[in-house]
Structures are given as C-alpha cells and as structure tokens.
C-alpha cells in the first residue's frame, strides 16, 4: 500500500509557456496556478487508480502558497516540507533545470544567480530533492519537467524515468507538448511507475555533504557566517551532515540576501522626495480606508 508524495515546482509543469505564469502577484500567474493544480491532479488519479493508499504533495515553488486548494482533488494532502510522517514513493514533477543551464526554461537553483557544487560537480533542485528523499530512504520514481531538467535528471539521477513536457525557446519562453497528450501521457506514465517497484531508485547523498555556493553578484551576506570558507574566485566552501542542511543554508542566505535588497530598496526611496511622497499619500490612503473600516484608530 503505497504512500505516495508529489513535490512539484511549477515551471516545468504542462501547458505553462511564459515566466510570468511562476510570478506571484502577476496578472498571468493564476493561470500558472491552474496548471499547477491541474497537474497534481492528474498524477494524483493516476496514482490513486493504480493502487496508491495516499498522495500528498509539498507545494516545492518559491517557499510554497502556490496550490489552491479549490482546485485541487480532495483526495489530494497538501503537506509540509517534512519527510517524517513516512512515504514509499516520490515525483518531482514540474521541474526546471539548474542555474546556467543554457537550453532550460527559467534554469535556476533555488534563486537566481546561485551555483551550486557538491560532490565537485554542479547540482540543481533535482539533486537537492533526490538527496534529501535518499536521507530518510524516500525512492524517486518519476521526474518531469522542461527538456532540459530531463536531460539533467538523466545524467544526474539516471536511475530514474523522466517524462518532458515542453522546450525552451529561451530563458523565460517556452513551448509545450499540447495539453492533453501530456497528461494522458503522464497518466500512463505514473501507472507503469507504481508497478515497477524494480525501477525505484533511492539516492543516499554522500555523508558529510561537501558543498560551494557562488553569486553571480557578489554579495557580503554569505561571507559572514563563520564556517563557510571563501576562496579567491568568491566561491563558499562548507560541509554539512545532512542535504536538508544545505537546502535550509540556502534559504537562509536567500532570506537574508531578499532582506537586505529590501532595505536597501527602502531606503533608496526615501531618498527621492517625490517618491518619498507617493508613498506617503499611499499609506494615508491605507490608513484612511482601515479607519473608515473601523480596524484601526489612531
Ligand atoms: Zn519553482
């Protein structure tokens, strides 16, 4: 009785062609939205229908808050990203190739302008992902996603079938196989997958992880936690126990970077009167509109 998990990105999902359909806050990203869920539910039914006892699925895009769950199979958990509660099988679905990659549809590793190495080789999320699963003994069964996350999956995690869903035609441009032929194809897909035990790889990262993160815009944030070693071409150097370490270190620093472009962006404006000044319109305009709400008094 299979307890299967979904960790699904949104790029590399199908019918998703253009890079604002990933950005939250974008008039095109509800549409984005509808072909995240779709997808799911498509893996899901096939999943359910094939003899798996649960899916659930960690929402993996930009710290998660993607799914709707209207739009969701009820069958469907929405979890969070903890391994704990147990699980037979894992799809990484609707990926997109690491950062540099040349031929992906919005290549990228866990923020823009990060490289990162482990093993003295470039990994992507794939890696990340496949490793943290091997960690608590989680076997992959399928990956999908653009051409190129495919082809990386096939280098990287060759044990694994991989379905592809669509090409690049550049960084943020896409073209998909059409809709329905993919999902009928990936609905065949997950049922072979849930009668090949056989094929279900487990892949244990190496212990400890040796890693080295580099920004294509230097910046100081990283340099000052204490036990990251920085060598002259501005690569970090560290090791950790575990694969989730590194992916947590790499939310952090991300954070932490997120944070400081943010005050500096604030304070920036305050700098220029005029836009010192729409501001301020626009947050009397807030509190004018809470007051009259009746949420707040001064
Ligand atoms: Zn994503």
Not at 67 to 78: G, T, W
Not at 192 to 213: D, G, H, K, S
Not at 224 to 246: C, F, K, M, S
Not at 257 to 284: V, Y
Request: hydrophobic content about 40%; some cysteine; overall charge negative.
């Amino acid at each position: 009785m299979t307890r299967v998990l979904i960790i699904a990105d949104m790029e590399g999902v199908t019918g998703l062609e253009r890079y604002e359909q990933c950005v939250r806050r974008h008039p095109e990203y509800a549409e984005g939205v509808r072909l995240l869920c779709r997808e799911i539910d498509v893996i899901a039914d096939s999943a359910l229908s094939s003899g798996a006892r649960t899916v659930s699925v960690i929402d993996w895009h930009g710290g998660g808050g993607n799914i709707d769950r209207d739009q969701l199979d009820a069958r469907v958990d929405v979890v969070a990203e903890d391994l704990a509660p147990g699980y037979d099988l894992a799809m990484l679905i609707g990926f997109h190739p690491m950062a540099g990659d040349p031929n992906g549809f919005i290549s990228h590793t866990m923020r823009q302008g990060l490289a990162v190495e482990a093993s003295d080789r470039q990994i992507g999320e794939l890696s990340l992902l496949s490793w943290w699963l091997g960690e608590h003994g989680v076997p992959v069964g399928l990956i999908s996603g653009d051409r190129a996350a495919t082809a990386e999956a096939d280098r990287l995690l060759p044990d694994t079938p991989c379905h592809t869903v669509k090409r690049a035609e550049s960084w943020g441009r896409a073209s998909c196989v059409p809709a329905e032929q993919s999902y009928e194809a990936l609905r065949t897909r997950v049922a072979r997958v849930l009668e090949q035990r056989e094929r279900w790889t487990v892949y244990r990262p190496p212990a400890p992880v040796r890693f080295q993160l580099k920004l294509r815009d230097p910046n100081p944030i990283p340099g000052l936690i204490p036990w990251l070693n920085e060598d002259a071409d501005g690569w970090l150097a560290g090791e950790v126990p575990h694969a989730r370490d590194l992916i947590d270190l790499i939310d952090v620093v991300s954070a932490l970077i997120n944070l400081q472009h943010r005050n500096e962006f604030i304070e920036a404006l305050a700098e220029d009167p005029a836009l010192r000044a729409k501001i301020d319109e626009a947050r009397n305009d807030r509190v004018a509109l809470a007051m009259e709400q009746g949420y707040w008094k001064p």
